[in-house]
């Protein structure tokens, strides 16, 4: 089963509650495995000798000072999206 965002949630699935007085929100464990099977073939990318900042200088420079080559092949970078979905072989947001 894997979560292609057309799936029923089932009752259970969605756990509410207050932790410290902070809203928070839980899964069912046939959800998390669901999520831990789409993301079997995620990549980590490292960058060796170098720090890899968080900030919004860092967001720009990734997006905007490509392309980017590993080994010889172009690393497609692009922000997230809700609507990003790994198996989609291209791009789905282009920055010019």
Known sequence: ETFDGDSDFEDGDILRSTVYGIPAIGFSDRIKKILVKDMETTVVVKL????????????E???????????????????????F?????FPSVVLA
């Open 61 to 83: 420079m990734v997006l905007t000072q490509g392309p980017w080559v590993v080994f010889g092949h172009y690393l497609t970078v692009q922000p997230w999206t809700v609507d």
């Open 48 to 59: 060796l000798g170098r720090n890899i900042g968080y900030g919004t200088d860092d967001y």
């Open 85 to 89: 979905n790994p198996l989609r072989p």
